[in-house]
């Protein structure tokens, strides 16, 4: 009798991680999710978000940095994260955001058609935006990015002009809400929310132990 | 010579500790701040905090729990970090909210008029309402919960009837949304500012290092 190799327990569900180009905490957290579920065997999902959808137009709430108190907390909270973990970032959180939907819908359609590639993609367009100052709202942006991801013109043209990437998107954030998603960056561990960069401890304990 | 024992080094500047009564999140950061600040040789002063003044009026948002998304996010996350923590709540977060200006107000007598008894009073009082399940929104209630504490009916009647009580804590909120305060619970640290339970463990990390 020999033993059945092919035999191997499931793999555990991936992380879920979602966040919106333009959010520099979901920036700071894309720099550490990947490198902490490995520790615990995991993958990471990455998500796009709008937080243009979720938090002003269904929260009903106005912009963080528009609101009294809150925004310059918010301010001060960023600097202190980035000096704390060496986060180099290209702009300013006060320089008005770039429209994130070009790279949004991208991602969406690279997650249906072109998974292997798409977090590759979201790493790179996340950095070129942040730590090179890039706005990516442009589609020649995008493809460019997609080249330095290693992901062809091809896939890249599709990606940014196929109309169906648009219902793609709208499919993930409907997906995303229903799940009680609504900010940036936002994970979700076998089931279990957590909402903030902050969170990542906590992320990190839950994975050791299971829940609590 | 003789060495001069009189001279000591100045006493560091207390941690600052602000507070709803009817947070609960502020009630669980209540029970570990006074612990982790005299681990680092630190006194706290503990201050009261309108929310409904600073996060409905001047900062022009809704009440969490109403808030879409959100309101299920909180709930999920009190839930998880009461069972983490082993803090015993006798009251729902979805039950209407006592009024807390009657125990603000005598909060904001007593840290004036007899400073060295105001925690007592806030720390008995903020378990009264949520580990006993008690409302604090009449004048017997806080003279019963100040006996409890230690401090005298006598004293208690002058924190819950002295009409300069509405001014000092007018200047207690004044004071401190001038330093940027909002939510509860929120902490200082030697002007450093911290919002939410979840800071613990960055106040702690602050007061080892000083800063970063």
Redesign the interface.
């Given at each position: 009798m020999t033993l059945d190799t092919s035999i191997r327990p499931p793999s555990p569900e991936p992380v879920h991680f979602w966040f919106d180009f333009i959010s520099p905490f979901g920036y700071c957290a894309s720099l550490r999710i990947d490198e902490l579920a490995a520790r615990h065997g995991r993958e990471v999902c990455w998500h796009p978000l709008l937080i243009g959808v979720?938090v002003l137009k269904?929260?009903?709430?106005?912009p963080i940095l528009q609101?009294?108190?809150?925004g310059?907390?918010v301010r001060?909270?960023l600097a202190?994260y980035v000096?704390?973990h060496g986060v180099q970032l290209a702009r300013s959180i006060d320089q008005p955001p770039m429209n994130p939907l070009p790279a949004a819908r991208a991602l969406a359609w690279l997650l249906r058609h072109a998974p292997g590639q798409a977090k590759a993609f979201a790493q790179c367009a996340y950095r070129m935006h942040w730590a090179q100052g890039v706005d990516l709202d442009q589609a020649a942006v995008l493809v460019d990015c997609g080249a330095q991801a290693g992901i062809s013109t091809d896939v890249m043209q599709r990606a940014t002009t196929d109309p169906e990437a648009a219902a793609l998107l709208r499919a993930e954030m409907d997906a995303a809400?229903a799940r009680?998603?609504?900010g940036s960056p936002f994970f979700s561990v076998d089931g279990e929310?957590f909402?903030?960069v902050?969170?990542l401890?906590?992320v990190d304990e839950w994975l050791s132990r299971g829940g609590?």
């Open positions: 979720t269904v929260m009903g709430l106005k609101t009294p108190l809150k310059d907390y001060h909270e202190r000096r704390r809400m009680g998603v609504f929310p909402f903030g902050d969170k401890e906590l609590w």
